[in-house]
């Protein structure tokens, strides 16, 4: 899953289109030439006609992502330019994984000259997020950039600052919250309901797998498991888990306390393996920990993840 910086301004420093694109629940961009051709019928390969009329390689570049590259579920920060500052944030709302554009003949974006935007993606905007102050030094002429992970931990680390000062915390007091939101992050509104629909779509993708490439039928949210399903005679559980701005070692933490708690706390009983799907690949560091949690202690546990439109697990499992 990607991450995005936007910019929603007429031009590098003209009209504010922001407060338009919240309130329409949409991010939208527009650039001469293609204004009212809609995207969805071309791609990087099959540009449409008016393409060369955009002038230059940042421009290009910037509709190339809006159009073709955002998915549903994916981060888009909002940053504004002349207030040196990231004013919104929200997820895209297509289904997960499919792209997020679509054009608008229509479009409730208008800029002051009445001209209305038609390229849009819909977005679950965060209504509680607190602007941030924010230099953009990388990549400044791009209206559509994706960030590295060392951004996405700034913004995200930046989020957490601010709001802790517009709550009137000291500033000790915002210092030890902080320590303790690094290892325990709060998550926003918005970004719980992203969390909610990538999680039902990793356990529907799984089941569908699991049915087409092995023959087998899982059932779905049965008292409290993800999924459950029976293989070579012996009961499996499945615990999915989204690992919300990549962090695999927090969605595993918090997957190994429900795995626990689901089979062993009265009075539950204990299925004969336990798999742990992640949406993303696990680091080195994840697998070592899995590895010892069963070799020390006799977890029978498998760790997975999504890889593309198929599962790998460790170690492999042979249904």
């Not at 679509?102 to 209305?116: E, I, N, Q, T």
């Not at 059932?219 to 989204?242: H, L, P, S, W």
């Not at 799907?277 to 560091?285: A, S, V």
Request: net charge positive.
């Amino acid at each position: 899953m990607a991450y995005w910086r936007m910019k929603l301004r007429a031009g590098s420093h003209g009209p504010d289109m922001w407060g338009s694109c919240k309130k329409a629940s949409v991010a939208a961009i527009t650039y001469s030439g293609i204004a009212k051709v809609d995207l969805s019928r071309y791609s990087r390969e099959n540009r449409p006609p008016g393409w060369d009329q955009i002038r230059g390689a940042a421009a290009k570049g910037s509709l190339s992502h809006f159009a073709w590259d955002i998915r549903g579920g994916e981060v888009i920060y909002v940053a504004d330019s002349i207030r040196k500052e990231i004013v919104g944030m929200g997820f895209a709302k297509a289904p997960i994984g499919t792209l997020g554009y679509r054009f608008d003949a229509k479009s409730p974006v208008l800029d002051p000259d009445g001209d209305r935007w038609c390229h849009l993606i819909d977005v679950d905007w965060d209504q509680t997020f607190v602007p941030f102050r924010y230099e953009g030094p990388r990549a400044a002429l791009l209206t559509v950039l994706k960030l590295k992970q060392e951004e996405i931990k700034l913004f995200e680390r930046s989020t957490q600052e601010k709001g802790h000062r517009e709550s009137g915390l000291s500033e000790k007091e915002a210092r030890e919250t902080l320590l303790l939101e690094t290892a325990y992050p709060r998550y926003t509104p918005a970004a719980l309901r992203m969390i909610r629909r990538e999680h039902v779509a990793l356990s529907n993708q799984f089941t569908k797998w699991l049915k087409n490439e092995k023959g087998i039928r899982a059932a779905q949210e049965q008292n409290y498991f993800d999924a459950i399903f029976k293989a070579g005679g012996k009961r499996f559980m499945v615990e999915f888990k989204v690992a919300h701005f990549g962090n695999t070692k927090r969605a595993i933490r918090e997957a190994l306390g429900q795995i626990l708690e689901y089979n062993h706390y009265p009075p539950k009983v204990s299925h004969d393996h336990w798999l742990l799907i992640l949406d993303t690949k696990p680091c080195k560091e994840d697998v070592a920990f899995m590895r010892l949690l069963r070799t020390r202690f006799g977890f029978p546990l498998t760790l997975g993840w999504r890889s593309d439109s198929v599962f790998e697990f460790e170690p492999v499992l042979n249904f």
